[in-house]
T-cell receptor, first 114, second 114 residues
Framework: GNSVTQMEGPVTLSEEAFLTINCTYT??????LFWYVQYPGEGLQLLLK?????DKGSNKGFEATYRKETTSFHLEKGSVQVSDSAVYFC?????????????FGKGTLLTVNP | EPEVTQTPSHQVTQMGQEVILRCVPI?????FYWYRQILGQKVEFLVS????????KSEIFDDQFSVERPDGSNFTLKIRSTKLEDSAMYFC????????????FGPGTRLTVT
């Protein structure tokens, strides 16, 4: 079946530190990969996506590269801010059909201290 | 900016009672989803809905669950006879066009079954 494994949290960093949250996947087909973010009290928001191998998704200073050879999609940011404190979810969906249901990882809580 | 809304934000119910969780998807979206997250576990797909019928459901979505789009705006999840293990955060999501990957999530309803 399809699954996503991401780094266990919580992760606590100081402002301006470098962030990496690891994510690996297994999939029966050729997935599209996503990072979603959930700020306190809000719903899940799409942060970035990549739909094919070697694609790099980027948004708000975050980046992730679709690595087919290592089945990974690690999230990185060079300099985190307090406002980045949130829960981050790695997810995949399979192409084909029109369903596009998402398979999520467990989520990683990031806390950034000033 | 259009958003998905969910009510109530928190629902407490006794085991064996029926609950209805309500969602208002983005108005011109065509595809609708329910996911749930048991505390400390992964966000799990429950069901997808398109053209007034279920397009896919997970093993979790048994006969105790049903979904409905009773009018042009609401999308509901009903649990007929709640169990303790139904306690979770339930997220509604909607998606626009067939080729669009992005699902827009609501803030969730926390269901507590006592």
């Amino acid at each position: 079946g399809n699954s996503v494994t991401q780094m266990e949290g919580p992760v606590t960093l100081s402002e301006e530190a470098f962030l990496t949250i690891n994510c690996t996947y297994t999939a029966t087909g050729y997935p599209s990969l996503f990072w979603y973010v959930q700020y306190p009290g809000e719903g899940l928001q799409l942060l970035l996506k990549a739909t094919k191998a070697d694609d790099k998704g980027s948004n708000k200073g975050f980046e992730a590269t679709y690595r087919k050879e290592t089945t990974s999609f690690h999230l990185e940011k060079g300099s985190v801010q307090v406002s980045d404190s949130a829960v981050y979810f790695c997810a995949l969906s399979l192409r084909g059909g029109s369903n596009y249901k998402l398979t999520f990882g467990k989520g990683t809580l990031l806390t950034v201290n000033p | 900016e259009p958003e998905v809304t969910q009510t109530p934000s928190h629902q407490v119910t006794q085991m064996g009672q029926e609950v209805i969780l309500r969602c208002v998807p983005i108005s011109n979206h065509l595809y609708f989803y329910w996911y749930r997250q048991i505390l400390g576990q992964k966000v799990e797909f429950l069901v997808s809905f398109y053209n007034n019928e279920i397009s896919e459901k997970s093993e979790i979505f048994d006969d105790q669950f049903s979904v409905e789009r009773p009018d042009g705006s609401n999308f509901t999840l009903k649990i007929r006879s709640t169990k303790l293990e139904d306690s979770a955060m339930y997220f509604c999501a909607s998606r626009g066009q067939p080729s669009s990957y992005e699902q827009y999530f609501g803030p969730g309803t926390r269901l507590t079954v006592t």
